[in-house]
């Protein structure tokens, strides 16, 4: 039961990370470290979220550690993929990253520590104390992760704003 609404909640957190990358688009129409990390945010969460119910089955049809090991470590390669993607654009384009870009690239690591945590108390101590904890910490990642999403809106507008005035 926890885990359907988990999932649906997962669902929904996917469907604001569009509407929040479209609404930037379609407001600010530029390349900047913002639009950069929610392209990146949207493709890898998008991804992850495709390959979610796959490894999810591969590791509860299967026992032992690796199949574990395997669902834990492939979201913590896409979402280390993704921040070093979000810092090879920047430096391509030669932009400075912008506070909510890091805010992002935390949050990717933050849920990597999250995984490994999780993957190390099943591997080494074999115990699932911390799997409420696994539980609800990816979706308040997630959360907070939305929540970046809205301030790359404000944020930029408040610049955008800033910038017509008289200094």
């Known amino acids: 039961m926890l885990e359907q609404q988990l999932n649906s909640l997962g669902d929904h957190i996917i469907l604001v990370y569009v509407a929040m990358w479209l609404i930037y688009l379609f407001v600010y129409r530029r390349l900047d470290s ?8 949207v493709l890898f969460s998008l991804l992850m979220n495709y390959l979610t119910p796959y490894v999810y089955s591969f590791a509860v049809n299967n026992e032992g550690v690796l199949p574990k090991a395997i669902f834990h470590l492939s979201f913590c390669a896409i979402q280390l993929v993704a921040m070093y993607v979000i810092r090879v654009t920047h430096s391509y384009f ?35 104390y911390l799997s409420s904890f696994y ?33």
């Open 135 to 167: 539980m609800h910490a990816i979706p308040i990642v997630n959360i907070l992760l939305s929540f970046v999403c809205v301030l790359c809106i404000v944020r930029s507008k408040a610049y955008k704003n800033a910038e017509n005035e008289y200094l």
């Open 94 to 128: 030669k932009l400075r990253m912008s506070k909510e870009s890091l805010a992002i690239v935390y949050l990717y690591a933050l849920q990597v520590v999250v995984h490994l945590v999780r993957l190390t108390e099943k591997a080494v101590f074999g115990t699932a």
């Open 34 to 41: 913002n639009s950069i990390a929610l392209t990146c945010l």
